[in-house]
């Protein structure tokens, strides 16, 4: 269909219509709409609709990882404290290692007799290295005063659990192969120091050595063992989470009340209060998608 241009009734221009990196359509102005242009207008095309009662057992996961951080604080307290002395943290770290296969074998699909073989030659070996290594850690910071320890621990312990991936994306399953972001490898080295630094206020170089196994245990295999129960069962994982809470909680008021309140109130603030938060702000979200928005590239790469 044509139509007369104004002014010159012998002149014509043809149907205004979109054109994507085209240029000027002659006859019309580069703003010019016309009564079509927003048919192919939609609103919140893109938002995910999200339920309180989801968002809430997301959650789960971090308060989760805050529980254990809190147990791991806990042991090293009761430690430097010589209230369990290095006997008691070898049979602890025995019992951890123990549980934490026992859980890989019942819940990993994937997991072969080749498989765990080469994790317990990896574990034999990691073991070996840090015991030779503990008479360095024992001495480390011997130069450094108390508070810059407890300071700079805390420092580390708060950038390990602000960079940590509670989505166990970066986790690495029994078969599966997965690259570490750039935060979850600092968060990792944070935690690891802090470990350093405690084990280096100990009295003996055994101590140190039972510590660092207890640490390095927990900040290095705990996510894949919460991970593994997590995609195995989520009631077990809830239930799990829900005893994890509650022995930390018990632990942290027979240590320090005012420490319980502020540990009671994170939880309650991250699975209660954040969560609502967030539900709410969704109704504040407006998103506007149309035939004018700019094309995205997909790259599909594969070696």
């Known amino acids: 269909m044509e139509a007369k241009v104004e002014g010159n009734p012998l002149i014509t221009q043809s149907k205004w219509r979109k054109v994507a ?34 968002v809430m057992r997301d959650s789960v996961s971090i308060s989760q990882y805050i529980c254990v951080v809190a147990l791991v604080v806990c042991v090293w307290t009761y430690t430097l404290g010589a209230t369990i002395d290095e006997t008691s943290l070898l049979l602890l770290d025995a019992g951890l290692l ?10 990993a699909r994937r997991l072969s007799i080749n498989l765990l073989s080469h994790y317990l030659l990896k574990i034999s070996f990691f073991i070996s290295g840090l015991y030779v290594l503990a008479p360095i ?21 708060m950038v390990h659990l602000f960079l940590h991936d509670y989505s166990g994306s970066t986790i690495r399953p029994p078969g599966a192969l997965k690259n570490p972001t750039l935060t979850s490898n600092i968060s990792l080295n944070a935690s690891i ?19 660092m196994l207890f640490s390095l245990q927990v900040f290095l295999f705990a996510p894949l063992v919460m991970y593994c129960i997590k995609k195995y069962s989520f009631g077990l994982h809830l239930c799990f989470s829900s005893l994890l809470m509650t022995v930390t909680l018990v632990l942290v008021f027979t240590l320090h009340r005012p420490l319980f309140a502020l540990l009671l109130g994170l939880l309650v603030f991250v699975t209660v209060v954040c969560p609502f938060w967030l539900i709410r702000l969704q109704e504040y979200k407006f998103e506007i998608n149309g035939p004018w928005d700019e094309a995205k590239l997909c790259f599909d790469i594969t070696e």
Do not use: C
Request: hydrophobic residues 45%; charged residues 15%.
């Open 137 to 157: 850690y024992h001495t480390l910071t011997r130069s450094i005063s108390s508070d810059s320890i407890w300071a700079l621990t805390v420092s580390l312990l």
């Open 193 to 211: 120091v802090a470990s350093v630094l405690i084990a280096s206020r100990l009295p003996s170089r055994l101590h140190v050595f039972a510590i």
């Open 21 to 54: 990196y085209g240029g000027m359509q002659p006859g019309y102005d580069d703003n010019y709409t016309d009564e079509s242009f927003l048919e192919d207008m939609v609103m919140n095309a893109n938002v995910v609709k999200r339920d309180i009662v989801k």
């Open 98 to 107: 123990g549980s934490g296969f026992l859980v890989l074998l019942l819940t």
